[in-house]
Each structure stands twice: as structure tokens, then as C-alpha cells.
């Protein structure tokens, strides 16, 4: 089967930096993206990974290794408005996305 | 230049009743995908189409949802005789292409949703 695994949820301080891992098993791939989502809105795209490596965008960094099927997304100087659920998304041999249950970061002052 | 818009954004009604749902892609975009989405869920994947034909819908929970998207632009997702089940958040995306051609001309951008509660 094809599954996606993420922790439902982390809480970190203002300021610091947070890493959210995903792990996952699919049929293919042909990308993982990492999708932010605040309460009551629509996911937004943040980060596209089809090569190992770290991809930095700003305070947000993606990394990818596809050997070991795993991802982590990376924020630095974590700000109230970061509160939100990261949610991993694979596309598989199809290019459907396969989408993790997300994460919940929860940012303390 | 605009987004995906989804109308409407909130949809409530009975047990029974036909509802329609409406998206309107990015421009250009000529894939469009239907997902629904449960509190603390990942979005769930529906129904796709690649122009006017639905390239995959084996995401459709059963015959009361289909789905149209006649002239490759805007789309309706049609429920028949809602079930409570039903409430969920119905998301609509768009992207350039279906499979990248382009590295990353797969990503998917999304429209606020309609939120469907079915009483």
C-alpha cells in the first residue's frame, strides 16, 4: 500500500527553528511537496523536491532523500504566524499526490 | 493574476438534497483535481481531470458524486442525495500540467474550498 507518515503534531518557541519529518512508501515518485495549511483555509504550496538535497527558500528549507523514502521541512525563526498544519504530499508513478494526515505546529511566545 | 475561486464557500443542507459545487481553475491550467478534507486530515483525493475528460475518478466514494468539466475550464462537482457523511471541506486545485514536464509544473494550487454541512 501507499502510506505517508508525519507527527500529528509539535509545538516550538518563537524564534527558534522546528523540523518536520516525513517518511513514506509509495508506488513511484516523481516528487514530494510540503503544503502549509492554517485553520479554516486552503493548503498553499511551499517547497517542490524531485533530488535529494536541501532545497532553502527564506526561513523555510526542504530536504529530501529518496532512498531512505524520507523528507524534512525545516523553519528557522519561527514566528506566531507559522501556527498552522504542514501537510507532506508524494506523486507517485501516476503523479497523483498522496497526501500525509499533516502536522500541527503549534508556536509558543 | 487570480487564483482558483470555488463557490460557494459554505453550502448547508438536508439529508437527501442535490448539491453542486463550482470551480474555476487558474487560467491556463489544464489539470483540475476534487479532493474533500476531514478535521486533521490530509486532503482525500476524488476526481481529476486532464482538460474536459476525467483522466482518474477512482477517488469517487460511489455513484452519488460525479463531476463535470465541459468546455476544460471550470468544474462542478454534483452530490446526490447527501448523506451526513458528505460534510466535509470540498477542495478544488488546479495545475499547469498533470504530470511535470517541467520539473514542478505538476504543483498543485488550491481554491479556499466550500464547506459542506449536510443536517
Known amino acids: 500500500g501507499q502510506n505517508i507518515d508525519q507527527p500529528t503534531e509539535m509545538t516550538a518557541t518563537e524564534g527558534a527553528i522546528v523540523q518536520i519529518n516525513c517518511t513514506y512508501q509509495?508506488?513511484?515518485?516523481?516528487?514530494l511537496f510540503w503544503y502549509q495549511q492554517h485553520a479554516g483555509e486552503a493548503p498553499t504550496f511551499l517547497s517542490y523536491n524531485v533530488l535529494d538535497g536541501l532545497e532553502e527558500k527564506g526561513r523555510f528549507s526542504s530536504f529530501l532523500s529518496r532512498s531512505k523514502g524520507y523528507s524534512y521541512l525545516l523553519l528557522k525563526e519561527l514566528q506566531m504566524k507559522d501556527s498552522a498544519s504542514y501537510l507532506c504530499?508524494?506523486?507517485?508513478?501516476?503523479?497523483?499526490?498522496?497526501w500525509g494526515a499533516g502536522t500541527k505546529l503549534i508556536i509558543k511566545p | 493574476g487570480a487564483g482558483v475561486s470555488q463557490t460557494p464557500s459554505n453550502k448547508v443542507t438536508e439529508k437527501g438534497k442535490y448539491v453542486e459545487l463550482r470551480c474555476d481553475p487558474i487560467?491556463?491550467?489544464?489539470?483540475l483535481y476534487w479532493y474533500r478534507q476531514s478535521l486533521g486530515q490530509g486532503p482525500e483525493f476524488l476526481i481529476y481531470f486532464q482538460g474536459t475528460g476525467a483522466a482518474d475518478d477512482s477517488g469517487l466514494p460511489n455513484d452519488r458524486f460525479f463531476a463535470v468539466r465541459p468546455e476544460g475550464s471550470v468544474s462542478t462537482l454534483k452530490i446526490q442525495r447527501t448523506e451526513r457523511g458528505d460534510s466535509a471541506v470540498y477542495l478544488c486545485?488546479?495545475?499547469?500540467?498533470?504530470?511535470?514536464?517541467?520539473?514542478?509544473?505538476?504543483?498543485?494550487?488550491f481554491g479556499p474550498g466550500t464547506r459542506l454541512l449536510v443536517l
Open positions: 504530499a508524494v506523486a507517485d508513478s501516476n503523479y497523483q499526490l498522496i
Open positions: 486545485a488546479s495545475s499547469l500540467w498533470s504530470s511535470g514536464r517541467e520539473e514542478g509544473e505538476e504543483t498543485q494550487y
Open positions: 487560467s491556463g491550467h489544464t489539470a
Open positions: 509509495t508506488s513511484g515518485f516523481n516528487g
